[in-house]
């Protein structure tokens, strides 16, 4: 049970508390943050609504546990790190517990939300031995014009702290993703958890407190973000910013000073299917890419654009198994689950009656009770509709009849949005062609949009982020490059 065991500690009467120089502690502003359950739209949670003269002891805690921190050998942290997972796989079953309460995720995603991350921090710290364990070696003369008169050693060196703010429909997967390469390399780290999400990233919290991390070097500060949002980001204190949501990244890099960023912020990632494309094998990844955790991924499926030629073949097909989709409660393990507010579910429904006015082809009849929509196909959208430009998060999914190649890259790319897309073809030199012409980090081939494997880059161009993602390049952007030049009186060559 959440809250409860282990989890004890961070709980106070109904209110889960914030962490803070290795305690669990209570706001002095006497405010909570309540969390709504997406399914039952009552209050499931509360939080504690932390002032900006906390998070200003927080910064500071962070910054002295640092400084320390920096100077723990790698094999030592890198062993605090295994032990966060273990611990984190350990407790899987209160975590999932509070996701599927939180944010209606479906009980079996939300274990594997707990064990991937688990895994995730693991394969981060093993690749972090490996990367920060290796500099550079420079010698003069290789450049024109120089003796071999300086030697020049280089290293990484950590940044300092680090601000991590990730969403609410991964707030465990995406906040270690954030924590364990700031860790690794030797930083400290502030989380400000999503609201929806909180109570979730909270217990992961806990999770690295039971590892026995040194005090002051994980904070975890909760409340409105009207009141300590733009105080966090704007902190003089953060030497780095990792977000993962929606606009408010944008308004966060505008206000942000010269520090790194990296942001990943939503897509409207286009499925392009050619007439040559395995039909069956589309309709199963516009299943599993538009509809998973009820379209409320950054990397769902959020409009196909088919060849007209194929396109009644395919509509009929995907059809056929959006029937097959349980929709229901989160606790039941059901396909399509609640949307994460009214607000979210308030903002579908308006892309669903703009689509329906100007003569969309609904697919299915549209249904919502509450915060859950069921499943919706819409065929024969056009550009002027908002549902093929806007990214609904929600289980409605647009179809675009085009006519030729280049209009679907032409759709695709006229999106401010380049997070991921794919390619349905028998042929990989028109898949390769066709890749390279789209404007998105990332482009699948056969396969829908997707993040992980964890370990594989992670990137947006335009209004979709700003730096990679991915073990390897979140490592690497959560350090700065360190250079000892030594000099020496006379050129010096090796078995000269």
């Not at 710290?125 to 280089?154: H, M, W």
């Amino acid at each position: 049970m959440a809250g409860t065991g282990v989890f004890s500690d961070i709980l106070d009467g109904d209110v889960y508390k914030y962490y803070a120089d290795g305690e669990w502690k209570k706001s002095s502003s006497g405010k909570t943050v309540a969390i709504i359950n997406p399914t039952t739209r009552k209050t499931q949670y509360k939080v504690q609504a932390c002032t900006q003269e906390e998070v200003n002891k927080v910064m500071e805690s962070a910054k002295t546990a640092q400084k320390s921190w920096a100077k723990t050998p790698l094999w030592k942290r890198a062993e605090l790190l295994h032990k966060a997972a273990a611990i984190l796989k350990e407790h899987k079953a209160p975590i999932a517990e509070c996701l599927v309460k939180e944010i209606a995720k479906p009980a079996k995603d939300a274990i594997t939300e707990v064990v991937r991350s688990g895994d995730l921090i693991s394969y981060t710290a093993e690749e972090g031995v490996r990367i920060l364990g290796e500099g550079k070696f420079l010698v003069s003369d290789s450049f024109p014009g120089n003796q071999r008169t300086k030697y020049c050693l280089t290293s990484k060196i950590p940044l300092g702290v680090i601000l991590a703010i990730p969403p609410f429909n991964y707030p465990v997967n995406l906040a270690v993703s954030k924590i364990a390469p700031a860790l690794i390399a030797g930083n400290s780290l502030v989380l400000k958890p999503p609201t929806q999400g909180a109570v979730s990233a909270l217990h992961m919290v806990h999770c690295f407190h039971l590892a026995g991390f040194p005090k002051g070097l994980i904070s975890c500060v909760t409340g409105k973000g009207s009141e300590i949002g733009d105080f966090l980001t704007m902190h003089p204190g953060v030497n780095c910013i990792s977000f993962t949501g929606g606009d408010t990244g944008i308004a966060i890099s505008k206000k942000a000073g010269m520090i790194p960023l990296q942001m990943e912020l939503g897509g409207k990632d286009a499925c392009i299917v050619l007439e040559d494309a395995d039909l069956d094998l589309v309709a199963a990844n516009i299943i599993k890419g538009g509809f998973s955790y009820s379209g409320q991924r950054c990397t769902a499926v959020k409009v196909v654009l088919v060849m007209e030629s194929v396109a009644d073949v395919l509509v009929e097909k995907v059809k056929a198994k959006v029937a097959k989709l349980m929709v229901g409660a989160p606790e039941d393990d059901c396909d399509i689950t609640p949307v994460v507010s009214e607000s979210s579910a308030n903002f579908i429904e308006g892309l669903v009656k703009d689509a329906k006015e100007k003569g969309a082809t609904f697919c299915q009849e549209y249904k919502r009770d509450g915060n859950l929509i069921w499943p919706l196909l819409l065929d024969n959208v056009r550009p002027d509709m908002r549902i093929a430009w806007e990214e609904p998060f929600g289980p409605v999914l647009p179809v675009i009849r085009i006519n030729s190649i280049e209009e679907g890259i032409h759709h695709c790319n006229a999106s401010n949005f380049g997070l991921q897309g794919c390619v349905f073809t028998k042929d990989v030199n028109k898949a390769i062609v066709i890749s390279d012409a789209m404007e998105t980090g990332t482009v699948q081939i056969n396969s829908a949009p997707a993040r992980g494997p964890d370990h594989f880059p992670f990137q947006g161009l335009k209004d979709s982020g700003i730096g990679s993602q991915g073990v390897t390049n979140s490592i690497n952007m959560m350090t700065k490059i360190k250079s000892t030049v030594i000099n020496l009186p006379t050129p010096s060559y090796t078995m000269g």
